[in-house]
């Protein structure tokens, strides 16, 4: 069974530019996009960005396109969501997702972490 593992959050001023980072181990058959989605506080989980495992090309939610990067580096089993211009309203958690349709079939889901967008 694939295991997806966040890290990158912590507490960051408005306009500050995190990276969280995703470690993706041991999937095989079934996954061909790895993405983040956001929980704010009190909302359902927004899908907000995902890249395609078979050609890197890329998808952004409306809310973060221009701000937010998101790149892979399959050699590590990493994926990253480069974060700039932060704004309050990103505070929230960020899970990594696995899965083959985004943003409804991603069935895959790490634990989430927490990005605090505060001064």
């Known amino acids: 069974q694939g295991q997806l593992v966040e890290s990158g959050g912590g507490l960051v001023q408005p306009g500050g530019s995190p990276r969280l980072s995703c470690e993706v181990s041991g999937f095989s058959l079934g996954v061909n996009g790895i993405g983040w989605f956001h929980q704010a506080p009190g909302k359902e989980p927004e899908g907000i960005s995902c890249?395609?495992?078979?050609?890197?090309?890329?998808v952004y939610a409306e809310s973060v396109k221009g701000r937010f990067t998101i790149s892979r580096d399959s050699a590590k089993n990493m994926v990253y969501l480069q974060m700039n211009s932060l704004k309050p309203t990103d505070t929230g958690v960020y899970f990594c997702?696995?899965?083959?349709?985004?943003?409804?079939?991603?069935?895959?889901w790490g634990k989430g972490t927490l990005v605090t967008v505060s001064s």
């Open positions: 890249i395609s495992t078979d050609d890197d090309s890329a």
């Open positions: 997702v696995a899965g083959s349709a985004w943003p409804y079939g991603m069935d895959y």
